[in-house]
């Protein structure tokens, strides 16, 4: 019998009330000044909103982010958030965002017999076949929530439609117990380089 020993712990959930909260959604996001680079084949307000709706965020999404730090066992604290606006061809390398955390996707203007998920790389080699394995989340379209560990490495295939393909992203640092804790030093713990 199979005896796993670890999970891949990701979460899926779907917004209420979408279509309503949609338009006070966008009318927050698209007033922003977006950007792209070499590096980035997509537009992004990452460098220029400086994480001014982050607490706008966390509100809209409270419910679900609720029902996630529940099943998760985990507080969290949103840290970062950003918009990203695929055109036709745009697409985003393989990348993942830290070491620890969870990381998540709001899918907001997303057409799914045009667009695709974001594709996710399994953090382990399959053992069976010796090859990397990659998978979607399952019936995404918009108001679609994806939560998953910040480490796993993840990309953006080609947006080949004429409509463009808008996700916000954000990132959620849990709160460390307080002996793990980088604010939690004693002063004599301090030690002076000087
Ligand atoms: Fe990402």
Redesign the pocket.
Known sequence: MKAPLFEFPSYQYEIDDWEFKKKGLLNRINNGKYIRTNLQIFETDRQTNNKKYIHYLEEFLRPELLKFCQEAKVNCQMTDAWCVRYYKGDH?IV?N?RGWGF?GILYVEFDPSIHTPTCFVAPWQDPTTDTTSLAFPQNVKEGTLFIAPSFTH?FVHPNTGDERRVVI?FDLLPNLPNHQSINSFRECDNINLS
């Open positions: 985003q990348h965002h990381s993840h992203a």
